[in-house]
């Protein structure tokens, strides 16, 4: 079974975002991009999965500008086997990217899509939803447990209640939530070797899609600022304040 | 213009967040109805819903396919529905999150996502990054399928209104998915999200039992629901359900007690329209005080318990 992993190129996660002075966007010129760490738990799944013997080869697809390769390297660096960028300077909606991916899932045909619940950028939680629904497979979203089961797949949910467990026909989607695993750290010698992997470079057209945008963004800009309020000196004192501010009885 | 809102239910009751999606769903301008998809149970959801002010008509479809709202069901019901309506709204819950992206490409529409504010008719605000920066953008798609954030809407209230339930049907079981379990963290204490009262516990609480030693009976003090950081609940401290942030659960309390936590971009994107924050840490230079209306550095394990004796 193959299983093909969708890895975003996103803002490394511990930078906070600038916002553009004039309203149009964040600035992201010299900032440190990395993988979306949801989809290197995504990564790290799919390879633990080939490493159990489940899966037998592991394709990492990113859709983004050229650069996203060194994000493909990562993935390869990681173990997957080999990579397509289908490379784009425009930023490309989630319904586009879904529609991207089903045209590779349907060359690929693998067993498991698996892809991270959400980009930390655009923060939309919807691409593997919206593959499931354009591919009418099932879905298992924000999974902290895969099992491959015969035919199906079992997948354990973060849900707002706890856990929930359900069982998908194969193929299926699978979107990663933060217990799934701990992503490795690929090895030096695995990041030469990631060198030499087959990485295919394609275009959205070359699948046919329409990636013209749906939503445009009108503007973009920073949060109310919250003011850093006052240091209390004990306890005594901030009970003092609650009451006070009418918080506490 | 006319709007359907997917009612979030569990056990046989209309959840809290179903109201302040009702709002945001009015703020479009036009109509209002309520979808109840459920099994067995799902009736007596559909009668609270017809209560709520503002809500012109419930449907109901009452199906064992709908029980558990596995999407690969649920969205195939709603995409049918939606030929009569402009708009698809759902609480961003897991179960909205879930089920309304597949509504979206079933209906060859860019979902708009944790919506903060209705602009225009089809204009709206939404948090990126973590909520380091709001966007406000424009649909141009034909319908509109939104998911919203609830703690932002003023809950519609939840008697004074007489809407009619309708029964409906749809293509039910899709035979792609099956429910297996659910392990319910089982809590006597006010729901996460809707709560007034929040305290919240990280790393430096140290284990599960010391987490539950020392926020527990203070939580109790102030009729509070407990949250924790991704690191307490990765540690195991506490389950996955409390965890409060950017990729957890969005919080807006009257006050926010954060023990023993950082904050980190992502636990404030969960925590930081709370009106009053206070933090506890012992490093006067966290991230958190930078946020919180009152501060107390010292060590979490001398002032907690002092705290909640003096509550
Ligand atoms: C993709 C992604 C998504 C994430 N989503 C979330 C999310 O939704 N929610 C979330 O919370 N995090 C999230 N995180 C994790 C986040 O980046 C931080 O790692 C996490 O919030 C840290 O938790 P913490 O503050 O409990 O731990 P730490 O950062 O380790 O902080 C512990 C704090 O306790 C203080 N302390 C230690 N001992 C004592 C003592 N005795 N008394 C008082 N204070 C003490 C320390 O000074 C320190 O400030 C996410 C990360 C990623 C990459
Ligand atoms: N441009 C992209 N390239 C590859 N994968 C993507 C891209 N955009 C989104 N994804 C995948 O879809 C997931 C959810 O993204 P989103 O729906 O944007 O929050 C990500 O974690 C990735 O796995």
């Known amino acids: 079974m193959k299983i093909l992993v969708p890895v975003k190129r996103v803002i490394d996660y511990n930078l906070k975002p600038r916002v553009k002075p004039d309203g149009s966007g964040i600035d992201l010129a010299n900032t440190k991009m990395s993988m979306n760490p949801f989809d290197e738990i995504a990564v790290e799944e799919a390879i633990r999965l080939k490493e159990k013997g489940v899966a037998t080869e592991v394709v990492a697809v990113s859709i983004g500008p050229a650069k996203a390769q060194e994000t493909l390297r990562t993935a390869l660096a990681m173990g997957a086997d080999r990579a397509v960028l289908v490379e784009t300077d425009e930023d490309i909606e989630p319904l586009a990217v879904a529609k991207i991916l089903k045209a590779i899932a349907e060359e690929e045909g693998p067993g498991i899509v698996m892809l991270g619940k959400q980009a930390i950028d655009d923060d939309s939680n919807q691409t593997g939803q919206m593959l499931a629904a354009l591919m009418g497979r099932p879905q298992g979203t924000f999974a902290s447990k895969v099992e491959v089961e015969g035919d199906n797949v079992s997948v354990t949910r973060e849900v707002d209640g706890g856990l929930e467990t359900v069982k998908l026909s194969l193929p299926a989607i699978v979107t990663t939530d933060l217990r799934l695993n701990e992503p490795r750290y690929a090895s030096l010698p695995n990041i030469m070797k990631a060198k030499k992997k087959p990485l295919d470079t394609k275009s959205p057209a070359d699948y046919g899609v329409d990636c013209a945008p749906r939503l445009t963004t009108l503007k973009v800009e920073e949060p109310p600022v919250r003011q850093a309020g006052e240091m209390v000196g004990s306890v005594d004192e901030l009970v003092a304040k609650l009451k006070e501010k009418g918080v506490v009885a | ?311």
């Open chain 2, 1 to 311: 213009m006319s709007a359907l809102v997917l009612a979030e239910h569990d056990s046989g009751k209309l959840n809290p967040a179903t109201l302040a999606t009702v709002t945001a769903a009015a703020a479009l301008g036009g109509a209002v109805h309520v979808l109840v998809a459920g099994g067995d149970d799902a009736a007596g959801v559909a009668d609270a819903a017809a209560k709520v002010a503002g809500v012109e008509k419930v449907l109901l479809a009452s199906d064992a396919a709908y029980a558990h709202q596995l999407a690969e069901n649920v969205a195939p019901l709603i995409a049918g529905l939606m030929d009569s309506y402009d708009a698809f709204l759902a609480p961003a819950t897991t179960t909205g999150k879930n089920v309304a992206p597949r509504v979206a490409a079933m209906l060859d529409v860019m979902q708009v996502s944790d919506i903060l504010s209705v602009e225009g008719p089809k204009s709206f605000t939404r948090p990126i990054y973590a909520g380091n920066a709001i966007a406000t953008v424009e649909s141009s798609d034909a319908k509109l399928v939104i998911t919203v954030r609830t703690t932002t809407f003023d809950k519609a209230a939840p008697e004074g209104g007489s809407a009619p339930v309708e029964p409906v049907s749809g293509p039910g079981e899709a035979g792609l998915s099956s429910f297996v379990s659910l392990e319910a963290s089982a809590s006597e204490r006010p729901d996460l999200t809707s709560a007034n009262v929040v305290v919240s516990g990280g790393r430096a609480l140290k284990d599960a039992a010391t987490f539950e030693q020392l926020i527990t009976p203070l939580a109790d003090k102030l009729g509070a629901a407990v949250g924790a950081s991704r690191a307490a609940v990765d540690a195991g401290y506490i389950s996955n359900d409390y965890q409060v942030g950017q990729t957890g659960k969005i919080v807006a309390p009257e006050l926010y007690i954060a023990i023993g936590i950082s904050g980190a971009i992502q636990h404030l994107a969960g925590m930081k329209d709370s009106k009053v924050i206070v933090a506890i840490n012992k490093d006067p230079d966290a991230p958190i005080f930078q946020i919180a209306d009152y501060g107390l550095a010292t060590d979490l394990f001398e002032a907690v318990p002092e705290l909640t004796g003096k509550l």
